[in-house]
């Protein structure tokens, strides 16, 4: 774990930086010891053009998955904290972050389901937006389940192809193409009926 800078990810002095809590011990992760990148910049100049090349993206397709702004913020925040952590071992940070910002996505609606199932009648609860607060399209959208919904985010608005997609989802190519399919198929539906 880097303890240099913590409170500064993006100041250039926190390379420079004793770690908190004296020198470095033996063995532990120092920026000397991160994997400097072959684009001659350092590691943390790397992850920031990640982080900034990556992040709207990622609020996104969390936002399509959850259908909480909140929540989607919050699962790819964490999901840069975790990649920040293993940066010097991720090779194509964008297809983990894929894979992260979706199984969280997923880990995230897990909870919610069981917190509603245990939570009485008439307390309050998080929505999707209603019928009458988007376009047909998001309307439509909404009738996707969670996996074609990030199926046809990750293919059509990343434009991903099936292999990364699939990588992200967790499943084979063959689910995939059934997955579009069976979207493509909803929305059609739906947005014929408007």
Same mark, same amino acid.
């Given at each position: 774990?880097?303890?240099?800078?913590? +409170?500064?990810?993006?100041?250039?002095?926190? +390379?420079? =930086?004793?770690?908190?809590?004296?020198?470095?011990?033996?063995?532990?992760?120092?920026?000397?010891?991160?994997?400097?990148?072959?684009?001659?910049?350092?590691?943390?100049?790397?992850?920031?053009?990640?982080?900034?090349?990556?992040?709207?993206?990622?609020?996104?397709?969390?936002?399509?998955?959850?259908?909480?702004?909140? =929540?989607?913020?919050?699962?790819?925040?964490?999901?840069?904290?975790?990649?920040?952590?293993? @940066?010097?071992?991720?090779?194509?940070?964008?297809?983990?972050?894929?894979?992260?910002?979706?199984?969280?996505?997923?880990? @995230?609606?897990?909870?919610?389901?069981?917190?509603?199932?245990?939570?009485?009648?008439?307390?309050?609860?998080?929505?999707?937006?209603?019928?009458?607060?988007?376009? =047909?399209?998001?309307?439509?959208?909404?009738?996707?389940?969670?996996?074609?919904?990030?199926?046809?985010?990750?293919?059509?608005?990343?434009?991903?192809?099936?292999?990364?997609?699939?990588?992200?989802?967790?499943?084979?190519?063959?689910?995939?193409?059934?997955?579009?399919? +069976?979207?493509?198929?909803?929305?059609?539906?739906?947005?014929?009926?408007?």
């Amino acid at each position: 774990m880097i303890r240099a800078g913590r +409170r500064h990810l993006f100041n250039e002095t926190a +390379r420079e =930086a004793e770690p908190i809590g004296g020198p470095a011990r033996p063995g532990s992760v120092t920026w000397s010891t991160v994997r400097e990148p072959q684009t001659g910049g350092s590691a943390l100049d790397d992850f920031g053009a990640a982080y900034r090349a990556h992040y709207d993206g990622m609020i996104r397709l969390a936002y399509v998955i959850t259908g909480s702004m909140a =929540a989607a913020e919050d699962i790819v925040q964490e999901s840069f904290v975790e990649l920040y952590r293993r @940066w010097h071992a991720v090779r194509d940070p964008r297809s983990w972050l894929h894979a992260v910002v979706v199984n969280r996505s997923r880990s @995230w609606w897990r909870r919610l389901l069981v917190a509603r199932r245990h939570v009485a009648r008439g307390s309050p609860r998080e929505h999707a937006p209603s019928a009458d607060d988007g376009t =047909a399209v998001r309307q439509a959208l909404l009738a996707l389940s969670r996996r074609q919904r990030a199926a046809v985010f990750l293919r059509f608005y990343l434009d991903l192809p099936e292999l990364a997609i699939a990588e992200a989802l967790g499943c084979r190519p063959g689910t995939v193409k059934s997955l579009l399919h +069976r979207a493509l198929a909803t929305l059609r539906e739906h947005l014929d009926e408007d």
